[in-house]
């Protein structure tokens, strides 16, 4: 049935075609994907209604905002409490011939005869008594210059090489510069001939000068007979220091090792993270820092090394360093810096710990040749510090903490659509939550409210009884460290209002939203993990088929048209004809313009027409479109700028449901056809 427009019908009537041309000048057809903006918005459900789908992000956390890594300092500090003196041997002896210038000296004239009768044989000899060997300077510069001794033996031996046994031999060894009692006093009462006696001293708390003085003060000479008189023969006193250790000296020490240990350093979480326990950690980037003092008059190499970590070649982070020796009173400082990107930590301690870092500690003494003060309170202090941890990965047991998805989000769904008003009949939508933090959690829903902000109207989502929550989350579990879990949550018209919160159009989502990380606390698995770029995301899913009622549904589009098929034709008059095939269930007001290449309006079709709706059968369904026929007529001048200039005609199509509160569906094979055609008259004659 045509639709013929009410200001041009009586001409029409009164008009006589002596000729007629029909021209074609522009078809189209137009769905809704001309109303939205996005294509993918549109999909066709199992029904065969099409059906707006959509979905947004609320809001994201990832592992760097659960969990916060903190600078963790080590300190280390190595006294040379255990500093020790070289060991050495110090030889001394007495011969017969020494023997026999103390007799002389002292009036014997058994001196004379052990001089002359050097190389025979006597009878016997002795007994003799009360000899002495006078001091004898014993030098212990190889050990000392001087020393404060926490710790140490002295181990004495007298060997007798006289031909007879000597009795009641008294030693005494002193210092020669600092006055005291003798360092030792002993007497052996009888050193057999060719024997050898050994005693040992313990030196704790001497304090010993390199030069010392021993003395044999009573050598006591048993009978002997049948003696062969050799003057070279001697009785030898030997003193060994050994195992010396220091409160202080001043020596040319030895190269020692002073420390060589591995020791646990607890990497620690502090405040709201304090029970964290992690036991991997592949680290994406950070430093190990340190500054090293040193008090020792040496040469130290120190040596560090982070046992607990290893790079992909298998290497281990640390340092190596040579210190100079620290001028006297003075300290020898040097800083050192470690990227620690790429290294893996394994955090277990000896293999069940957590958080715990073990440490190779190494300082050694070198030998430099040099006479130098050192004390058992000299030391070599380092600082440590893991300095701006990120780590691409963690594994362990990543704490009970909760914390809060809140604020506001753009919704920019239904501003992409030309509508003023929707109801939906069958809305529904999913809050979706994608874990990909291998550990379990909850979630309540304390608040999600829609809101459009042009018009101020809001609606908080109620109704449902998973609003109330808690909810638990599916999580990934190892070994799959980069899958992530998905938590529905749903939402329609039967347990919720969210109709009536789509109803308002929203432009902004308010949310908050609780987590809980571990709701259970620490079960002692220390299977949770993470990397960088996990953590959760909350989304919002709709799915709303278009079924319901509109208000204001504007669909737009532009037409290329065609004049060229009577370019060279005079057209005192014509005819537009614009044939609509409607599927849509719904009326509409339509405009049409014409508008050059530039989008100058050239001339008006039509402006507030009216567009007839197509009429559904009992299951809801158009099955044959309503046809709308619009005419209008246009005088040759109009004609005229009309072929030469227009370039596209553009239509809309303003779409309501009426009556506004019975809904419709729209299924996915509507497509409003439009057809322009112009009815060209040559030589026209107004009849009478």
Known sequence: MGVLAACQADRLRNLSWQSEVLLPIA??????????????????GSDNVLQLVY????????????????????????????????????????????????????????????????????????????????NIDIDASDFFQFAELKGGELVLAISNQFPVDIENVILEIRNKNIPGPPIVVDTFLLVPTGATEERSYDLTGQSIESELVGELVNIDVARGDTILIDTTDFVEVKLVAQNLKAKTATAVFPAQTIIDSVRSTL????????????????????????????TVEDSILFVYQLESAVGSMGEKPG?????????????????????LGGFTLDLRGQGDGFNTLLERIKVELLYSGNLVTL???????????????????????????????????????????????????????KLIIENSLGLPASLSIRDLTGKNDQNGKEVRLSGSSTVSGPIDLQSPLLPDTSGKAVTYIGFDDENSNLANLLE???TTFTYDIELLTNPLGNTEAYDNFGTDGSGFVAMLDFVLPLEGVAEKLILRDTLEVDFSGNAETEVPEALLRLITENPFPMQAQWTAR???????????????????????????????????????????????????????????FEFDTRPFQEPVSI???????????????IGVNESE
């Open 319 to 339: 340092l190596n360093r040579k210190l100079p020796p620290a001028p006297p009173g003075g300290t020898s400082e040097f800083s050192w810096e470690e990227q």
């Open 267 to 294: 990497y620690e979480f502090q405040g709201e993270f304090s029970d964290i326990s992690l036991t991997k950690m592949v680290v994406k980037s950070g430093k190990m820092q340190a500054q090293a003092v040193s």
């Open 504 to 506: 308002v159009l929203p």
């Open 594 to 652: 014409f508008v050059d290449d530039v989008g100058n309006e050239v001339w008006t079709l039509a402006e507030d027409a009216l567009l007839e709706a197509g009429i559904p059968n009992a299951a809801g369904l158009v099955e044959q479109p309503t046809k709308n026929i619009f005419e209008q007529t246009i005088d040759e001048s109009d004609w005229e700028a009309l072929s030469m200039t227009a370039k596209n005609m553009i239509v809309i």
């Open 55 to 134: 979905r947004d992000t609320l809001a994201q956390t990832f592992l760097a905002d659960l969990v916060t890594f903190p600078d963790t300092g080590l300190s280390v500090s190595v006294k040379l409490d255990t500093l020790t003196l070289s060991s050495d041997t110090i030889t001394q002896a007495l011969t017969l011939a020494d023997v026999a210038y103390q007799l002389i000296a002292d009036g014997n004239i058994l001196g004379y005869a052990l001089l002359q009768g050097h190389g025979t044989t006597v009878d016997s000899i002795g007994p003799i008594t009360g000899l002495s060997s006078g």
């Open 375 to 429: 004390t058992d309170d000299d030391s070599v202090t380092v600082n440590f510090g893991l300095v701006d941890l990120e780590p691409t990965y963690v594994e362990g047991y990543l704490g009970q903490t909760p914390f809060r998805l809140e604020g506001t989000a753009a919704f920019d769904f239904f501003e992409r659509l030309d509508v003023a008003r929707l109801r939906f009949q069958r809305p529904s939508a």
């Open 667 to 681: 299924y996915t094979n509507y497509k409003l056809g439009l057809t322009l055609v112009a009815q060209l008259g």
């Open 27 to 44: 078809q189209t057809e137009i769905g809704l994907e001309q109303w939205v903006e996005d294509s993918d918005l549109l999909q066709t």
